[in-house]
Nanobody, 133 residues
Framework: QVQVEESGGGLVQAGGRLRLSCILSRGSSLGDYSMAWYRQAPGAEREGVACMSWTGNDDRTSYRNAVLGRFTISRDHAKNTLYLEMNNLKAEDTSMYYC???????????????????????WGQGTQVTVSS
């Protein structure tokens, strides 16, 4: 079983920034997985924020419109870590943020999804982001 762990959440003032990190358990290489960030606010459905996959050195990313231009998903294979850089945070960004992973053999090698939770086999327990206005 692959374990996923997020960190970096916290309380930030509107207009501020945070960087979330996601690591996979030992023995699981980030390069073998398509990755995503989802979020869920109280009383709302879980929604995709950004996702990332790759073919060789060619990265493929998708973002939901609400965060486009403000959030950036990236990876550091040497650190086996996925990041979500969040800039110009808004109160509406307040959510529990989840990191998700699926082995690339189960989906297209260059594919990822921010529209279907069922794509992902492994989920972290979340890190809370709260934005005050």
């Amino acid at each position: 079983q692959v374990q996923v762990e997020e960190s970096g959440g916290g309380l930030v003032q509107a207009g501020g920034r945070l960087r979330l990190s996601c690591i996979l358990s030992r023995g699981s290489s980030l390069g073998d997985y398509s990755m995503a960030w989802y979020r869920q606010a109280p009383g709302a459905e879980r929604e995709g924020v950004a996702c990332m996959s790759w073919t060789g050195n060619d990265d493929r990313t998708s973002y939901r419109n609400a965060v486009l231009g403000r959030f950036t998903i990236s990876r550091d294979h040497a650190k086996n870590t996925l990041y979500l850089e969040m800039n110009n945070l808004k109160a509406e960004d307040t959510s529990m943020y989840y990191c998700a992973a699926v082995h690339r053999t189960r989906v297209g090698y260059d594919a990822c999804s921010i529209g279907s939770q069922s794509w992902y086999s492994y989920w972290g327990q979340g890190t809370q982001v709260t934005v005050s206005s």
